[in-house]
C-alpha cells in the first residue's frame, strides 16, 4: 500500500470514528492548558488532572503564579515527576508571560518556546488546541503509533516525525491528528504489546502486514522442514523393513 493511500484510509477511519477527539487533560483557560501541559512531560494525564484542581484555585492567573516560590508551586506538584524544575519552570513561565506577553499566552509557535518549559511539542499543543492552528504536536505516542502505521518512513526524531505529517496530513486535521495518533496509543497500539487483533485499523498498518508476512512466512518454513523431517522418517522405516524382510528370507533359505 502506497503512503498516500495509508494516509487517506487513516483520516478517513478517525473522521469517521472519532470526530471529536479532545485533550484528556482538564483545563478551562489557555493558561490552565498552558500549565497542565507543561506538568504533563514524562507524567500521566490522569495524575496531572489530579494535582492541578488545587494549584489553579491557589494560582489563577499568571501575575499570582509569576509572584509564588518555586518552593510554594512544589507543594501542590510534588507527586508529579519531576517536581523540582517542573515548579521552578512555571514560576518561570508565569513571570514571562507577565513581563513580556502582558499576561496573555501567545499563539505564535516561536513565542511560545521562548517560555521557560515550553519545548516544540507543548507549543504545537497550544497552538492548535487553543488557537486552532494547524500544528500537530508529536509526543512518545504520536511518534510510535504515526511509526507502526507506516505515516512516517525513517523518522527518527520528532522533528522528522512532525514534518512528514505535516507533509501528508490535509492541513485541517493536523490538531486533531494528534489526539488520535495520541488516544489510539494510549489505548491500543501499546508500547510493549500493541493490541493488533483487535485493531480496527489493522488492515492499512504496515506493522501489522509486515508482522503477519513474517508470522506467514515462518509457518510456510516450518511447515517445510516437518514435510522434511517425515519424509526422511519414512525413507528410514522403508530402509529398515526392506532390510527386515531381507533377513527373513535370508533365514528362510
Ligand atoms: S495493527 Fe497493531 S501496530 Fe498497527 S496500529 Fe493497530 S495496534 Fe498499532
Known amino acids: ?14 473522521s469517521k470514528h472519532q470526530p471529536n477527539p479532545v485533550t484528556e487533560l482538564h483545563y478551562s483557560s489557555p493558561f490552565q492548558l498552558l500549565i497542565a501541559v507543561i ?16 494549584l489553579f484555585e491557589q494560582f489563577p492567573t499568571p501575575d499570582a503564579l ?10 501542590y506538584i510534588r507527586s508529579v515527576s519531576y517536581p523540582n524544575n517542573k515548579a521552578k519552570h512555571l514560576v518561570g513561565m508565569a513571570k514571562m508571560l507577565v513581563e513580556v506577553f502582558k499576561s496573555e499566552v501567545p499563539s505564535d509557535i516561536n513565542d511560545l518556546q521562548k517560555l521557560p518549559g515550553v519545548g ?10 487553543v ?9 512518545t505516542h504520536v511518534f510510535r503509533v504515526a511509526n507502526r502505521i507506516g505515516l512516517t518512513t525513517n523518522a527518527r526524531t520528532p522533528l ?11 492541513k485541517e486535521t493536523l490538531g486533531i491528528a494528534h489526539h488520535w495518533l495520541i488516544l489510539h496509543g494510549r489505548y ?35 511447515l517445510k522442514t516437518k514435510k522434511a523431517r517425515d519424509l526422511k522418517k519414512k525413507k ?5 523393513s526392506r532390510e527386515l524382510k531381507k533377513r527373513s528370507v535370508d533365514k528362510d533359505i
Open 1 to 14: 500500500m502506497l503512503k498516500p493511500e495509508r494516509y487517506r484510509h487513516f483520516v478517513d477511519y478517525f
Open 39 to 54: 506538568l504533563s512531560a514524562q507524567c500521566t494525564d490522569k495524575r496531572i488532572n489530579q494535582v492541578t484542581p488545587p
Open 66 to 75: 509569576a509572584a509564588a516560590l518555586p518552593e510554594e508551586v512544589f507543594n
Open 120 to 129: 516544540r511539542k507543548t507549543a504545537n499543543v497550544i497552538a492548535s488546541v
Open 131 to 139: 488557537f486552532d492552528l494547524p500544528a500537530i504536536a508529536v509526543d
Open 160 to 170: 522528522a516525525v512532525e514534518k512528514q505529517l505535516t507533509e501528508y496530513l490535509p
Open 188 to 222: 491500543i497500539c501499546v508500547a510493549r504489546s500493541p493490541k493488533c487483533e483487535i485493531c480496527p485499523i489493522n488492515w492499512f498498518c504496515k506493522y501489522y502486514e509486515r508482522s503477519h508476512t513474517e508470522a506467514a512466512l515462518l509457518k510456510a518454513e516450518s
Open 236 to 240: 528410514q522405516l522403508n530402509i529398515i
